[in-house]
């Protein structure tokens, strides 16, 4: 499956993306004000019953979709204070049942 994720970027490993400038200044404040701006998700289902299996299932084939999905931040080595999304196989959003 070919991805645009890492399209026309000036980094060594093609499953890396380089932050933007305003990119980095986000993640720069959120660290500053301790996650703020976090990235997350509360879904609340209503209708037929979907069972945690199904989800699991679902949010992965969405994930094996969506690079941005299964990619992790890191800092960037080549330049200080600055960050990269790294696409990662084996990451799984994590899902948590709420009774």
Do not use: C, W
Not at 40 to 46: A, E, N, R, S, T
Not at 60 to 70: A, D, E, K, V, Y
């Amino acid at each position: 499956m070919s991805s645009d994720f890492h399209q026309d970027l000036p980094v060594n490993d093609v499953r890396q993306r380089l932050l933007s400038p305003a990119e980095n200044a986000l993640i720069r404040t959120s660290l500053q004000h301790q996650g703020y701006m976090r990235l997350g998700q509360v879904l609340h289902l209503q209708g037929p019953y979907i069972s945690l299996e199904t989800l699991t299932s679902v949010i992965g084939h969405l994930q094996h979709r969506h690079p941005f999905l299964r990619s992790r931040l890191k800092i960037n080595p080549t330049k200080p204070d600055t960050y990269l999304m790294e696409e990662d196989e084996t990451l799984r959003l994590k899902i948590r049942e709420i009774p």
